[in-house]
């Protein structure tokens, strides 16, 4: 099966040896490549590969609401999103789908044994990151999300788009107070420019603290280790269940996950 991820940058990408994990331990064939697509031509791009015999890829920054438009059918994820991160290609159908809050549910629920239900839980953020994770965390039925980002009107909008599916709220970062909060989310890119959002510090005593950034020590994870965080988590396990997602979709196949997050840990360290 010819499957591929496609994004600018993608160098550091490590979806390839993700999957070559899950294929060897399902025993499905696959090939699965880096693409780098031109910003201005990541249709294109898509489109060569399908014409290449090409049946399913991924798509990382920036190109997900791309994605989204290039896609023919929608999943709820990928509809709620506004933002496809997998597409598999079934004849002439292009079907879109967003594995990122599915991702992060199964990485909380399954690996780390945290219940979302009834629990408060605080969102920093409110882009496209924190978009794509609010329908599967509110389907876990949370006491409340609530939604912080320091241009308020964003997080306002967005608990307002996803009231239906549970008690939401949005404010800006400076109105979070010090808790209790049982999960702090954090969802912003700040960490990319080793920034940490401007916040109280005691919202993060004995919360579970979760940056959906992986791999390094973010500023983030600095922050909650020194203000009494329960559980300090960095995203690297929902990185590979989004990709256990994805693979599913494509190959009918549920890959164990355990195994390859701490192969890949070992990997980026
Ligand atoms: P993504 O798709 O990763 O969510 P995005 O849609 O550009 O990217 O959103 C980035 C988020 O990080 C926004 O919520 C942004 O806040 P603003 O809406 O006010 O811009 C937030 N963010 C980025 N840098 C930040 C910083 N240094 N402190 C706090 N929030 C920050």
Redesign the pocket.
């Known amino acids: 099966m010819k499957l591929a991820v496609f994004g600018n940058p993608i160098e550091h990408s490590l979806s390839p040896s993700i999957h070559t994990l899950f294929a060897q331990q399902t025993g499905v064939q696959i090939e699965y490549n880096k693409i780098l697509a031109p910003v201005n031509a990541f249709a294109e791009t898509t489109q060569d590969f399908i014409a290449q015999g090409g049946k399913g890829f991924n798509i990382t920054?920036p190109f997900?609401v791309d994605a989204f438009n290039l896609a023919t059918k929608h999943s709820i994820n990928a509809q709620t999103a506004g933002a496809v991160n997998t597409i598999k290609v079934d004849g002439n159908t292009l079907i879109g789908e967003n594995t990122d809050g599915i991702g992060l549910l199964n990485d909380l629920t399954k690996n780390l044994g945290i219940d979302l239900q009834n629990k408060i839980v605080l969102i920093?953020?409110?882009?496209?990151?924190?978009?794509?994770i609010l329908l599967p965390l509110l389907q876990q039925r949370p006491a409340q999300v609530m939604i912080a980002?320091?241009?308020a009107s964003?997080a306002t909008q967005l608990a307002k788009d996803f009231e239906s599916y549970g008690e939401t709220c949005g404010f800006g970062?400076e109105k979070i107070k010090d808790g209790p909060v049982d999960i702090i989310i954090n969802?912003?890119?700040?960490s990319?420019?080793k920034?940490?959002?401007?916040i109280t510090a005691g919202v993060a005593n004995n919360a579970i603290c979760y940056d959906l950034m992986y791999g390094k020590q973010t500023p983030f994870m600095d922050w909650a280790q020194n203000n009494n965080a329960s559980m300090v988590v960095d995203g690297l396990g929902m990185l590979v269940e989004q990709a256990a997602s994805a693979f599913e979709f494509w190959t009918g196949k549920q890959p164990k996950t355990q195994t390859v997050i701490e192969a890949i840990r070992a990997l980026n360290d």
């Open positions: 920054v997900k920093l953020g409110a882009g496209g990151a924190t978009r794509g980002n320091r241009t964003k970062l969802a912003t890119s700040a990319l420019e920034q940490m959002p401007n």
